[in-house]
């Protein structure tokens, strides 16, 4: 069985703006939205997985985190961290 997402949990689920899944719907590159009654709307959610799954990864490798804090003294500059450490799990 396959689960309707009503807008806000699809908002979350996927990070983006109403305004811009409504963009991306319109242009045929998001699961179109489905008519659950007079004046409501759902997505399914297997659907919108698979548009999840086809993304491309941002930048093709694995994704790194800094471990840095931020100094308590705001006039100082940041310094750059010596070696980010690559987020487990992430990547090819």
């Given at each position: ?37 007079s004046?409501s ?16 990864l941002?930048?093709?490798?694995e ?16 310094e750059?961290?010596?070696s ?9």
């Amino acid at each position: 069985m396959n689960k309707i997402l009503r807008e806000p949990e699809l908002l979350k689920l996927v990070g983006l703006s109403r305004t811009t899944l409504w963009r991306r719907e319109r242009a045929g590159d998001f699961p179109r939205r489905r008519k659950l009654s007079s004046r409501s709307v759902g997505w399914v959610l297997s659907e919108v997985l698979q548009w999840i799954d086809q993304r491309p990864l941002a930048d093709g490798g694995e994704r790194t985190a800094a471990v840095c804090i931020e100094p308590a003294d705001s006039r100082k500059s940041l310094e750059p961290c010596d070696s980010p450490e690559t987020i487990p799990g992430e990547g090819s």
